[in-house]
């Protein structure tokens, strides 16, 4: 029988215990999750405002849908650009303070786009070590050289820079300096002002992908780029701002470039005009409560207090805390029996983190309370202990 790889690929994945199987949730909020009947504490949403089933965004969804549809119908360069389009992304560059923003159907297709076409012959890549898999993805399928530096260390990136430019003539010096704003699987932020420096200083272009940083980061959720100037920034919808879909924002020169030149982009149909006019209020919301921003940074800093001593937390000032276990069995034995005890966590194992670092991947989000965080962590010193 042909085919027979997928069936031992399959085997091995099992084996290793790195196996992955859907769970179909009955309902969800940013703090609770209803999976085969039970309900649980979730800890695993990147809803991180709490702004699923907003009222007022439910209701800028309804009147969207009434007055564009539910589909664009086309790619943005046919008939698929809507006012909600227009609209959306025009509230984009007033809040991140940029000339241009262009909309995409998801982050991974953004990340994998932008890497692409920025990723010419005459280009260097430079990617933090712990970049998504879609910046890695797109990076490696385009044409420029590729070099990944060690986490956040910004004086390996400035040598490198510098041993590039050594090494190539005045013409193919097109660096671009590619890091997430908050990573995704640790919690830790880029350092931020300092890879901006050394954009500057190297002439390169900073591309940050903020998708868990949006929202969360900031007095008014600007994202990594709040006090800082980043050349472009890429972001998603469906994390803090509880719709769908994701945006680059960028100069007018790159933003021509892309709707000329991004596959992605060009042959994509348009996001749905109904959630564009939703991702409006999403962001109107998370713009003016910071009341939300701060309740995270609280409870954080009740978790980590709580927690005991033998349990290992990679330190975060984010929405997102690790607690890396060590081996896939063990992780998933200890997710297991949090689930016993009402905490639904996901176990991350390889390849999304190193071997032998498999985690809990602890998400707080502004619907938790103090009294969630404490049992949450009380269950956590048990059952590690």
């Not at 939300?292 to 800093?301: A, G, N, P, T, V």
Request: glycine share 6%; with cysteine; net charge positive.
């Amino acid at each position: 029988m042909t085919f027979e790889f997928l069936k031992h690929d399959i085997k091995q994945q099992k084996a290793r215990a790195r196996y992955r199987a859907r769970q179909c949730v009955a309902e969800q909020s940013g703090r609770e999750v209803t999976i085969n009947g039970k309900q649980y504490l979730n800890f695993s949403s990147n809803d991180y405002l709490g702004l699923n089933h907003h009222r007022e965004i439910n209701k800028a969804l309804q009147e969207g849908a009434e007055r564009f549809g539910t589909c664009a119908s086309g790619s943005s360069l046919i008939t698929g650009y809507s006012y909600a389009h227009q609209s959306l992304e025009n509230d984009i560059c007033e809040w991140l303070n940029k000339p241009k923003c262009l909309l995409f159907a998801s982050g991974f297709s953004a990340n994998t786009a932008m890497m692409q076409v920025l990723g010419n012959k005459t280009c260097h890549i430079y990617l933090d070590k712990l970049s998504h898999a879609s910046l890695i993805d797109g990076a490696l399928a385009s044409d420029a050289k590729i070099k990944r530096f060690l986490h956040n260390d910004t004086a390996q990136l400035s040598r490198l820079l510098s041993k590039s430019q050594t090494n190539t003539s005045a013409e193919e010096t097109n660096n671009i300096i590619v890091s997430e704003g908050v990573f995704s699987m640790d919690g830790d932020q880029a350092k931020v002002s300092s890879l901006a420096q050394i954009a500057k200083q190297h002439q390169a272009m900073l591309y940050l992908d903020d998708a868990h940083s949006i929202g969360v980061v900031g007095e008014k959720g600007q994202g990594s780029s709040a006090n800082t100037e980043v050349d472009v920034v890429m972001a998603t919808f469906g994390k803090a701002l509880a719709t769908s879909g994701a945006f680059v924002a960028c100069d007018e020169s790159l933003a021509d470039y892309l709707i000329n030149f991004s596959r992605h982009y060009v042959y994509s149909t348009a996001i749905s005009p109904a959630l564009a006019w939703a991702t409006k209020k999403s962001i109107e919301l998370a713009q003016k409560e910071h009341w939300r921003r701060i309740k995270i940074q609280e409870l954080s800093l009740l978790l980590m207090s709580k927690l005991s001593n033998k349990v290992k937390l990679i330190q975060s000032a984010s929405s997102i805390h690790a607690i890396v276990i060590g081996d896939e069995t063990s992780t998933l034995n200890v997710c297991q029996k949090l689930r016993e005890k009402g905490i639904w966590l996901t176990a991350i194992r390889p390849p999304t983190v190193p071997i032998n670092s498999s985690r809990l991947r602890v998400t707080i989000t502004s619907s938790h309370n103090a009294k969630d965080i404490n049992y949450l962590a009380n269950c956590i010193n048990e059952v590690i202990a």
